[in-house]
């Protein structure tokens, strides 16, 4: 009955996605880009060697599986692998990561249709299917089902809020999480709240985060120490992944409040790149002289703002930054993640709205690698103190690179809960 209702509810709003892949292609062209695979329409042609499936809904659940998809081209080198997202900066990051290499097989996933869920799986006819995080989508987790592919839920993440919201439609969520052959929590806090929304509890296993396990590649660090040079011997101020309402936060702080060193540099990377030119206007409508990273140009040493507008670089942001701030944390966010920015090596810091890496951040805040702040204003003290303070950036960063090295290891047990549905 539940099903039923979503069923329904689906169709009434095919419509609206429609119109909304139309009105998102307009800023992001790769939302035009194959729109009849939206639906399990596919022109591609059947793979010849079995598939193993992995799917990454969006840029940061794409760039996480790197080193998974390389574990598993080791393990199973008589399969392709298929990868499939469902928003364009995803897409653009598979491109990136994987290119025309052989053996990886890119498309989108279908929006959940009972019909184009089937039609995906009969085109692919994946061996195994692997959803990472929080992908809980009832056709295809029941299509799954009926025709026989085994799931993961792997890098499974539930934050308080999400679950309180999940609670809701229990009986719905309840049925999906069933499907799943095995799932891999990152904490013991999310498997207890997926375990209370119906998972059954023999299927749960504790694997930790992908993310700890990504490096970033020599192409990053290539290019870090090539920004480094073109910003100079200036401190540098990272401020990554802003999600809408925070670039004009930390703008008034540091124009109300200054805070920072003399002659240092701001750097500004908003989330998502439909957003490049909304920022550039923010400066241009404060009178900020700014230079955009796209242009190549110099930096001026009267200019204390550079726009990074590009994607794909926020591990070389990391390596040419003195300290960074990580968004979608001064705003209910959620926060953006932490874990690449402690692995770099840098001081973090982070705002009040953490919950989407609760437990990453609270660790990282422990172990001495990033630091809380209520706003702002305190943010940019924070800052000014971290620049000016050589030996407590040292002893942050340090401390950031011990976190993560404890933290790793998922990979290899989601690769055993991998090896345990799909046996040789």
Not at 83 to 93: D, F, K, P, S, W
Not at 312 to 318: F, M, P, V
Not at 329 to 338: A, F, K
Request: proline share 6%; aromatic share 8%.
């Amino acid at each position: 009955m539940w099903r039923a209702g979503y069923q329904l509810l689906l169709w009434l709003a095919f419509p609206v996605i429609v119109a909304r892949l139309c009105w998102r292609g307009r800023r992001e062209p790769g939302y035009r880009q194959d729109i009849p695979g939206r639906f399990g329409w596919y022109r591609s042609a059947v793979a010849k060697k079995p598939i193993i499936w992995l799917h990454g809904v969006s840029l940061g659940e794409t760039r996480a599986a790197e080193p998974l998809v390389r574990v598993l081209q080791k393990r199973y080198p008589g399969h392709d692998l298929l990868l499939t997202q469902m928003t364009a900066t995803g897409r653009e990051a598979a491109v990136q990561l994987y290119g025309d290499e052989p053996g990886i097989v890119l498309a989108w996933l279908p929006y959940d249709y009972p019909s184009a869920m089937h039609r995906f799986l009969r085109h692919f006819k994946p061996r195994l299917g692997i959803i990472l995080e929080t992908e809980i989508w009832p056709h295809l987790l029941h299509e799954c089902r009926r025709q026989g592919v085994p799931v993961l839920l792997a890098n499974a993440r539930l934050s308080d809020r999400s679950s309180r919201r999940y609670q809701r439609f229990a009986p719905l969520l309840r049925e999906s999480l069933s499907c799943f052959s095995a799932i891999g929590a990152q904490t013991a806090e999310d498997a207890g709240r997926l375990e209370a929304l119906g998972a059954p509890a023999d299927r749960i296993e504790l694997t930790g985060s992908l993310k700890f396990d990504v490096e970033a590649p020599e192409s990053a660090q290539i290019l870090g120490q090539k920004l480094r040079e073109r910003f100079g011997c200036r401190r540098v101020l990272l401020a990554a992944s802003l999600r809408e309402g925070e670039e004009e936060l930390l703008l008034d702080a540091l124009q109300s409040a200054g805070g920072l060193p003399d002659n240092s540099l701001t750097v500004i990377v908003p989330r998502h790149p439909q957003r490049f030119d909304e920022v550039a206007g923010l400066f241009e409508q404060r009178g900020l002289a700014f230079i955009r990273r796209s242009s190549e140009a110099a930096i001026p040493d009267d200019c204390r703002f550079v726009l990074g507008d590009s994607l794909g670089e926020l591990a070389a942001y990391y390596a040419a930054c003195d300290c960074a701030f990580v968004g979608g944390s001064l705003l209910p966010y959620g926060g953006q993640n932490l874990i690449e920015a402690c692995a770099a090596g840098v001081p973090v810091l982070l705002g009040p709205h953490t919950w989407n890496f609760a437990q990453a951040a609270d660790d990282a805040i422990a172990a001495g690698a990033a630091l809380r702040v209520p706003d702002a204003a305190t943010l940019v003290n924070e800052a000014g103190y971290l620049l000016r303070n050589n030996e407590a950036c040292r002893r942050m960063g340090a401390a950031g690179l011990a976190f993560c090295r404890r933290q790793r290891g998922a990979v290899a047990k989601t690769l055993a809960l991998c090896e345990r549905l799909l046996p040789d």
